[in-house]
């Protein structure tokens, strides 16, 4: 628990110094701090994985957001960093839902805090949904507390069908997968571009280490279908709805729903490194679309016109992204992609179809950004050289992971 | 030690130098390098050649992701030889034909790319890295078409990527699933998947290979694509994208199953006619050379559906010779709608006297293409024929017979309708293509000319093959 209470306590510290510099220094070595004594102190393979995924983008944020974060952003970003490194590691349902409060409820002050009207709708909204989402699954835990007397992960067998529902639709709003996905897109398209992309990247996949965490639940009920369904659903809904709309984040939004429906279709499916990996380069994929879109003015799709000859090292990152993001080898996306199809095959041989039709699907509205980013002209961009840092780092990774078979291997080890 | 000759390098040294295109500002400089990287890819192969005639087949290992079998190993044989040096003497025909209009560094990056790609795609033996340079062909195509190309050129690139993508995401999911029985991506290792399961897969597996050789009812991107990309790309994705397809039929061709040979020997025929037809309705030049590719190609898959000796090495000898001669035509199409400025025959006419080098190379490839006897198409369809024959598809055979004939017609149509006749008034004072037009016009048609004469060059070693 120390680890966490390093980054409580230096959150807390930046609410009172009010200084963005100091604060920026608190909130990335505490959080540098606390991995190492993470990674030194416990084994847990899952933990290790998400924790390094987060800890990797908050400090990408962290650099690229500094000239348009206040202090208190890091303060808040602080708390809500430290719920998500506990749950990663967390095996008891009531810590889960302690950390998951700890999590949203900063982050409801950061989208507020903006004071728009749109991005005021959006928080209202937001906060809404995670009040249900929290109650349904503290709803879940108190019927669990009284089915089984404890509320450990380990013995979750066997659990009453209304109990598990409560807690898929808690999860269900969490991930932001389609019946439940309304707060999604206002909140990415009205939320400063680095607070969209850690929604995008990290925020969404805390859903996911739960349902992970609690996956053996599937193999007792036949719960693994009604999942599919709800998954095949959204993905293809969130895809098709993705074509239609004119601002780019928004479309990234019902792009990042696809993509969670991706994973929940391949943990409903068991196919494990599939899942993994796409948790692992969807996070900075989409983090660095959001960090890209974010360093142009406008978001309307017809005016980012030209946009990739402005720079060549942005033009680079975004022929990079976009073209990965139309899961196009050799980058990491397509693997992971290739490795859900792959893994959902020997669960089902009419299910991947599903997915395969959704890539191709989604290959329209990026292809089409393609085009518009590169094959018009307009006018010309120039880019804080802070800001295209983390870009690079995120499109690095994207392309030198495929080459690194030590970590196809670390994944193919995680137990679920 | 470094072994010099090692097939990797004939992929990476290019790789490597192609962002050096993008470095120099000089086009003498950038020109010069794209041609010298595609250069040492040839020479590197051509090292090789001695040894593979032979019939010997070289293997280079080099591991990936081995806890998934996902390998980078390379196998050159007479295959993939006769495939990359097509692809190769196409490029550097193109890319020389290129100097004269292309002034951006961008296009002749992704030209090198394009045929790296391709280059890759034959060497592969794993179907992951088939895969990747699968797609890796499609990105700079996709560039090439849509910012160099004509007319709607964005419509129609994007129409392009689309089919190109459909198509590749079939063949993945027949990898995949093979995966899954054989626990390996070895393309080799496809034989030892159960008949009755590779019935299944194989469809898949053909519905991707066919729709990148525009089979009949997949061939919708084609016209389009061939005719409104620039004349030189055109050229490449005629003569050679197209047969990457019939490539991988080829490599997969030895666990078919009969049934699924003669539906689509069934489906050749039908393309064969349709491309042929439309050929000779259509009054576009580049559009109609292109439906002439979806004719060749239906000769190609008919060559792999007759699934004998003969008709596969007819096969494989056709994707050589169609190769050549396709980009021929369109090279000279395109120096004639270069000169003339016009896309439409109708406003030709008479081009004859003014561009004879022009005509003549062009007549050369027409000709080649109906199979008159000694130009080099002549062999491999009279091979193919044999093997339908052989093969006891009789009606079919006398139906490819009867399919040269209308060769011969929509070729004579164009030749007639381009170069023979009345000049009109504006077209009075154009003059022959440039020379840099005409060094790769005259090279190709040196080669037609060379294999027809000796079709033995590349027969001796095909014939080995199977």
């Not at chain 2, 019939?246 to 003669?262: P, Q």
């Amino acid at each position: 628990m120390i680890e966490i209470l390093i980054i409580i306590f230096s959150g807390i510290i930046c609410a009172f110094l009010k200084n963005k510099k100091i604060s920026f220094c608190f909130f990335s070595i505490s959080l540098i701090i606390s991995y190492i004594l993470l990674i030194y102190f416990y084994s847990d393979q899952i933990g290790i994985f998400f924790s390094t995924i987060f800890l990797l983008i908050f400090e990408m944020i962290g650099i690229y957001s500094f000239s348009s974060f206040k202090y208190y952003h890091y303060s808040l970003l602080s708390f809500a960093a430290a719920s998500m490194i506990g749950i990663s590691f967390a095996r008891d349902l009531f810590l889960i839902y302690v950390l998951l409060e700890l999590q949203f409820i900063p982050i409801y002050f950061v989208l507020a805090l903006r004071k728009k009207a749109d991005s005021l709708e959006a928080s209202i909204k937001y906060l809404f949904m995670n009040i249900i989402c929290s109650s349904s699954i503290l709803l879940g835990i108190s019927l669990i507390y009284a089915e089984k007397g404890n509320v450990l992960i380990q013995s979750l067998s066997n659990i009453h069908p209304i109990s598990f529902a409560l807690l898929i639709c808690g999860i269900a709003i969490k991930i932001g997968i389609f019946p439940f996905h309304t707060w999604v897109p206002d909140v990415y398209q009205t939320s400063l571009s680095g607070i969209s992309a850690v929604f995008s990247s990290i925020f969404n996949k805390i859903g996911i280490i739960i349902l992970i965490r609690i996956i053996q639940i599937f193999s007792q009920i036949q719960w693994s279908w009604l999942l599919i369904l709800i998954s095949s659903v959204s993905m293809t809904y969130s895809n098709l709805v993705a074509i239609t709309q004119s601002n780019v984040k928004r479309m990234l939004a019902y792009s990042s729903i696809a993509n969670m429906s991706y994973i929940l279709f391949g943990i409903s499916t068991f196919s494990k490194v599939g899942v993994f990996f796409h948790i692992f380069s969807h996070s900075f994929l989409i983090c660095s679309l959001f960090m890209l879109f974010g360093l142009f003015s406008s978001e309307k799709i017809n005016s980012l016109k030209g946009i990739g000859k402005s720079n060549k090292v942005v033009g680079f990152c975004l022929l990079v992204n976009l073209i990965a993001a139309c899961s196009i080898p050799p980058f990491a996306i397509f693997f992971s992609e290739f490795f859900l199809t792959l893994g959902t095959l020997s669960f089902n041989l009419i299910l991947p179809f599903i997915l395969i039709s959704n890539f191709v699907i989604s290959c329209v509205y990026y292809i089409n950004l393609i085009k518009i980013a590169f094959l018009e002209e307009g006018e010309k961009y120039t880019f804080n050289s802070l800001k295209t840092i983390p870009i690079v780092v995120c499109t690095i990774i994207q392309i030198i992971i495929p080459f690194i078979p030590q970590f196809i291997e670390f994944i193919s080890k995680i137990q679920f | 030690m470094i072994n010099v000759t090692a097939l990797i390098y004939s992929i990476t040294i290019p790789f490597v130098l192609s962002p050096l295109i993008l470095i120099f500002k000089k086009k003498k400089i950038y020109f010069s390098i794209s041609l010298i990287s595609l250069l040492i890819s040839l020479i590197l192969i051509s090292l090789n050649i001695p040894n593979v005639i032979q019939g010997n087949s070289i293997v280079e290992k080099y591991s990936w992701i081995d806890s998934f079998d996902i390998r980078f190993d390379l196998l050159l044989d007479v295959l993939s030889l006769t495939l990359i040096m097509l692809t190769l003497i196409v490029s550097i025909t193109s890319l020389i034909y290129s100097y004269e209009v292309y002034d951006n560094k961008y296009f002749y990056f992704c030209l090198v790319l394009f045929s790296i790609s391709m280059v890759g795609l034959f060497l592969s033996t794993n179907f992951i890295q088939f895969y990747l340079f699968w797609e890796g062909m499609v990105i700079p195509s996709y560039f090439l078409i849509a910012h160099w190309g004509t007319s709607e050129k964005e419509k129609i690139a994007f129409k392009y990527f689309i089919f190109m993508h459909i198509g590749a995401f079939l063949v993945l999911f027949g990898i995949v699933w093979q995966f899954t029985i054989t626990n390996s991506f070895s393309i080799q290792k496809i034989s030892l998947v159960p008949a009755q399961t590779f019935h299944l897969i194989s469809i898949f597996f053909f519905l991707g290979f066919g729709l990148k050789m525009a089979t009949f009812p997949l061939h919708n991107w084609l016209p389009d694509a061939h005719a409104e990309a620039p004349t030189p790309i055109s050229s490449m994705l005629s003569g050679v994208m197209v047969s990457c397809g019939a490539y991988g039929l080829l490599r997969i061709v030895g666990s078919l199953s009969s049934t699924l040979l003669y539906w689509i020997s069934l489906l050749a025929i039908i393309t064969m006619y349709y491309g042929g037809l439309n050929a000779l309705r259509n009054y576009q030049l580049k559009r109609a050379l292109a439906f002439s590719t979806i004719s060749q190609m239906g000769y190609i898959l008919f060559g792999i559906g007759v699934g004998n000796s003969f008709g596969l090495s007819g096969a494989l000898f056709h994707a050589f010779n169609h190769g050549i001669s396709k980009a021929l035509l369109f090279l000279c199409a395109g120096a004639v709608i270069y000169r003339t400025g016009y896309h439409d025959m109708r406003k030709m006419g008479g081009l004859l006297r003014k561009m004879p080098v022009t005509a003549g190379c062009f007549l050369v490839g027409a000709l080649s293409l109906a199979a008159i006897p000694p130009l080099n198409a002549f062999t491999s369809e009279v091979l193919i024929l044999e093997g339908a024959a052989q093969s006891g598809y009789l009606l079919f055979t006398f139906l490819a017979d009867l399919m040269t004939v209308v060769t011969l017609a929509y070729m004579l149509l164009i030749v007639k309708r381009v170069f023979m006749g009345k000049i009109p008034e504006n077209l009075s004072r154009i003059r022959e293509a440039p020379l840099i037009f005409l060094i790769p016009m005259i090279l190709l048609t040196a080669i037609i000319i060379l294999i027809g004469i000796f079709p033995n060059i590349l027969l001796d070693p095909i014939s080995k093959m199977w």
